[in-house]
Nanobody, 115 residues
Framework: VQLVESGGGLVPPGGSLRLSCAAS????????MSWYRQAPGKERELVAV????????VYADSVKGRFTISRDNAKNAVYLQMTSLKPEDTAVYYC?????????WGQGTQVTVSS
């Protein structure tokens, strides 16, 4: 099983980034997919979730209206489009796959919002 995040980097406040997470080794379409983030000195927190079947989405209040989670089951990938980025969005972003008792994490990608 592998989850590989990409797309992180340094962006100025107000900028945009699109994170990708490529999945392999499991039946991607049957798993709910999530993005989490962890800032230095803080606990890891949920950013957004997209369910496996209906593709329903849930967002943390702090990112509602700015971030969009999506998935492409044909490509075994989940995405996080981030706009209007703020310095407080700086963190390592992780994708996670969940189904029943199965849970997988990626290794993370760094997002830094700074001028």
């Amino acid at each position: 099983v592998q989850l590989v995040e990409s797309g992180g980097g340094l962006v100025p406040p107000g900028g945009s980034l699109r994170l990708s997470c490529a999945a392999s080794g499991f039946t991607f379409s049957t798993y709910s997919m999530s993005w989490y983030r962890q800032a230095p000195g803080k606990e890891r927190e949920l950013v957004a979730v997209i369910t496996s079947v209906a593709g329903s989405t849930v967002y943390a209040d702090s990112v509602k209206g700015r971030f969009t989670i999506s998935r492409d089951n044909a490509k075994n990938a989940v995405y996080l489009q981030m706009t209007s980025l703020k310095p407080e969005d700086t963190a390592v972003y992780y994708c996670r796959a969940d189904r029943s008792q199965n849970r997988y994490w990626g290794q993370g990608t760094q997002v830094t919002v700074s001028s």
